[in-house]
């Protein structure tokens, strides 16, 4: 008897350990960009919609980092945006020498490197240019390598390029026009659809094509599979999701798509693949299983143009308090520097009728007054930046109510199980 209730007690256990991971993790959550909508979203796992970034022109791509920030492209204004995972604009880069950003790749570091019309550039976290390199023409993707080495997609020049982090080029593969990319981490190999000839092909790092694989019309995008290096295929004009092994392989085709364009994965924490889908004359984004199985469609979702799924927990950064006292009145235009943090929080101080920015510097070097972004004051003497914390404290509240629930569910469960075993026993 008292092994059996030994047994329920760690069966118990086991499942709200399971809720628990459950619970509190962000990875599968999805950033979307939508440009005729001028918007970027954020969903969350659990299929919330968890944070809206709007008035946005023309979004072309979205780049989601380790530390939970997000990158984002504007093709129309050149622009190459920093946000918060809760929307707060952190930086923001652009310059008459760089037009049309077509694509983004982030490194482990958070430093992002954004595919132009003619350059490829490098752009620190902070949102400052470090290194720039020219000679491409329309580049259509790009791809960061563990080695921190930068693959390119140059495709109005016909050429597969893979440069160093200094910008010198290792390897180029010319007449060979490339559209998208993925690329495989624990092989460090690179999959790439072909602009041409309708085909998908599989490349070391030496620049080496590995594999070819057919049988596709119209291919418009593709996304590796971290755990076992397998590829989904949107396969548009068949209408279908393409399921192709690490070995060239194809396992699996799947239909109820109509023109499949834009796909992005994730590993759970299961370790299953799982993919998200724009289905676009659906108007509709799809979640499928490792097993290409429906898990959610998810309706009213049209002209999306980008996805970049939480593939990794993201690394909190500490909140900024900046104070504002004498110098400036209510309706004044405040620059709020923010070079090193994630978040920015003004204050009111209780007995000022004006205001003024103080304490900019902290220990990480942030220089004074650095504009990243700029808040008109309320007339009312109230916060004129939203720091994210309230939003995450709820976010917070929300996963830990539903770890509650879990766990609660998880012992009621256990000890029905024993009172039932016993029953039967007895």
């Given at each position: 008897m008292k092994k059996s209730f030994l047994f329920f007690i760690l069966l118990s256990f086991f499942i709200f350990y399971i809720s628990l991971v459950k619970a509190t993790s962000l990875i599968g959550g999805l950033w979307i960009a939508q440009p005729e909508q001028h918007q970027l979203i954020l969903?969350?796992?659990?299929?919330?919609?968890?944070?809206t970034i709007t008035q946005l022109d023309n979004p072309t791509a979205?780049?989601?980092?380790?530390?939970?920030?997000?990158w984002v492209a504007e093709k129309n204004y050149h622009l190459i945006l920093q946000y918060s995972a809760h929307g707060d604009?952190?930086?923001?880069?652009?310059?008459?020498?760089?037009?049309?950003?077509?694509?983004?790749?982030?490194?482990?570091?958070?430093?992002?490197?954004?595919?132009?019309?003619?350059?490829?550039?490098?752009?620190?976290?902070?949102?400052k240019e470090v290194l720039s390199v020219s000679g491409f023409a329309?580049?259509?993707?790009?791809?960061?390598?563990?080695?921190?080495?930068?693959?390119?997609?140059d495709t109005a020049n016909r050429r597969l390029v893979?440069?160093?982090?200094?910008?010198?080029?290792?390897?180029?593969?010319?007449?060979?026009p490339v559209r998208k990319m993925a690329y495989h981490k624990n092989t460090d190999t690179l999959w790439v659809l072909h602009d041409t000839d309708e085909t998908m092909v599989q490349i070391s790092r030496d620049g080496t094509q590995l594999l070819k694989v057919d049988g596709f019309f119209s291919p418009s995008d593709l996304a590796v599979c971290q755990n076992d290096g397998s590829v989904w295929v949107a396969?548009?004009?068949?209408?279908?999701?393409?399921?192709?092994?690490?070995?060239?392989?194809?396992?699996?085709?799947v239909d109820e798509f109509r023109l499949p364009k834009v796909l992005d994965t994730y590993v759970d924490e299961f370790l299953h693949c799982n993919i998200w889908a724009f289905d676009q004359n659906n108007d509709q984004l799809v979640l499928l299983d490792s097993n290409g199985f429906e898990r959610e469609r998810l309706d009213h979702y049209s002209n999306v143009a980008a996805l970049s799924t939480i593939k990794e927990e993201v690394v909190e950064i500490p909140l900024t308090?900046?104070?504002?006292?004498?110098?400036?009145?209510?309706?004044?235009?405040?620059?709020?520097?923010?070079?090193?943090?994630?978040?920015v929080k003004v204050e009111k101080i209780?007995?000022?009728k004006n205001w003024k920015i103080s304490n900019l510097e902290n220990e990480e070097g942030m220089e004074k007054n650095e504009v990243v972004a700029e808040q008109r004051i309320d007339n009312i003497l109230e916060n004129v930046v939203d720091s994210g914390k309230d939003k995450m404290n709820e976010t917070g509240d929300e996963r830990y109510r539903a770890l509650l629930i879990y766990g609660v569910i998880a012992v009621a469960f256990g000890i029905f199980l024993y009172t039932l075993f016993s029953r039967k026993k007895s």
């Open positions: 969903i969350s796992p659990e299929i919330n919609v968890e944070a979205v780049e989601q980092t380790k530390h939970g920030r997000v604009l952190l930086s923001q880069f652009q310059t008459q020498k760089y037009r049309q950003p077509q694509a983004l790749a982030a490194d482990a570091e958070g430093n992002v490197w954004v595919a132009y019309a003619k350059n490829v550039v490098l752009l620190s976290k902070e949102g329309a580049p259509q993707d790009i791809e960061v390598t563990t080695s921190n080495e930068i693959w390119v997609a893979k440069l160093n982090d200094a910008g010198k080029e290792l390897v180029s593969l010319t007449n060979f396969d548009t004009n068949h209408n279908q999701l393409a399921h192709v092994s690490s070995a060239g392989k194809e396992l699996k085709r308090t900046i104070n504002l006292s004498e110098e400036y009145r209510p309706g004044d235009i405040v620059l709020v520097g923010n070079a090193s943090q994630d978040v209780e007995d000022a």
